[in-house]
Nanobody, 125 residues
Framework: QVQLVESGGGLVQAGGSLRLSCAASGRTGGAYPMGWFRQAPGQEREFVAAISGSGRYTDSADSVKGRFTISRDSAKNTAYLQMNSLKPEDTAVYYC??????????????????WGQGTQVTVSS
């Protein structure tokens, strides 16, 4: 029983930055890998970034590598997605997800049983 709530989305100009937060509640103790996915209109939900339960390992999609950084704060039970150098093609609803305890990083959305409600990110040109 894990609840995830995203925040931090909004409207930003191209080249700008946003930081998304994902606050987890419920039985979230332990090593739960977490990930960020996004879905643009007419597109499938795609992988953005993931972080291991320990926070030691991360993975990110080629489309955002070097621009986005995933991190987590265990004390606050929160994951973050720092998004820099935003492009119009980054416009999407961004979803936070959590995987099961003691599992590894994966890019597959089907492997994540817990999802937030999504937060809209719009990048204008």
């Amino acid at each position: 029983q894990v609840q995830l709530v995203e925040s931090g989305g909004g409207l930003v100009q191209a080249g700008g930055s946003l930081r998304l937060s994902c606050a987890a509640s419920g039985r979230t103790g332990g090593a739960y890998p977490m990930g960020w996915f996004r879905q643009a209109p007419g597109q499938e939900r795609e992988f953005v970034a993931a972080i291991s339960g320990s926070g030691r390992y991360t993975d990110s999609a080629d489309s955002v590598k070097g621009r986005f950084t995933i991190s987590r704060d265990s004390a606050k039970n929160t994951a973050y997605l720092q998004m820099n150098s935003l492009k119009p093609e980054d416009t999407a609803v961004y979803y936070c997800a959590a995987r099961s305890y003691n599992t590894g990083i994966t890019r597959s959305k089907d492997a994540y049983p817990y999802w937030g409600q999504g937060t809209q990110v719009t990048v204008s040109s």
